[in-house]
């Protein structure tokens, strides 16, 4: 490895703390569990109500209205990755049109497109929890480290690592470079991972033409 192919690795591995799309991927991850809950709440309950309700009719039109519900919030989902993660989305909420109320409930019932939104609004759940314990295990772990030389002498706090307890500031010191180094790694790889959920977003939501 060249000195210039060596500096450009370096630069690559230390630039992403300083790099704007890291922090619109955190804040994409960071919003899909709050929005996982509320889709997971919405679909799940509401799917699990209609079908129950079908024998007497009340349930067909709550199951209409939830395919409504799902391809505007798929809508606003594709507008949320490809405004945050630059994703390649270009699904369009289904909308009626110059159609009667029975032509778009068959239209919506009909399309693909509706069962493939509700089902990527309900993976959200998944991502969105997944992602929380990433973001706060890394956060907090990496934070813990950054200030052992700072806390280590406090009263009330140990610090251990692994069986042995940190008592001499080289040790802090040690751990502290160990807590920057696992942030940037920990920033890499939620970059990687929110890539995914934008190529994953893309197969879900990606067909079709969005209405503007």
Request: hydrophobic residues 50%.
């Amino acid at each position: 490895m060249t000195t210039d192919t060596a500096r450009s690795a370096l630069g690559r591995f230390l630039g992403v703390a300083v790099d704007p799309q890291t922090y619109r991927n955190l804040a994409y991850l960071l919003l899909a569990f709050p929005l996982g809950i509320v889709y997971f709440t919405v679909f799940w309950g509401g799917g699990a109500a209609g079908l129950a309700t079908v024998p007497i009719l009340v349930g067909v039109p709550v199951l209409v209205a939830l395919l409504a519900v799902a391809t505007t919030l798929a809508d606003l989902e594709s507008r949320l990755a490809a405004g945050l993660l630059g994703a390649d989305v270009s699904a369009g909420a289904t909308r009626p049109g110059d159609e009667t109320l029975g032509e778009y409930v068959q239209r919506i019932a009909l399309d693909p497109r509706s069962y493939l939104a509700v089902g990527y609004l309900l993976s959200k759940f998944v991502i969105g929890l997944v992602a929380f314990v990433a973001l706060v295990t890394s956060a907090t772990l990496s934070a813990t480290l950054v200030l052992a030389p700072a806390l280590y002498q406090r009263p009330g706090i140990a610090y251990q690592f692994g069986a042995r307890s940190v008592e001499t500031l080289p040790v802090a010191l040690g751990l502290s470079v160990t807590g920057v180094l696992l942030a940037l790694v920990s920033l890499h790889l939620l970059n990687g991972a929110a890539w995914l959920v934008g190529e994953y977003t893309e197969v879900m939501l990606g067909s079709g033409e969005r209405d503007d």
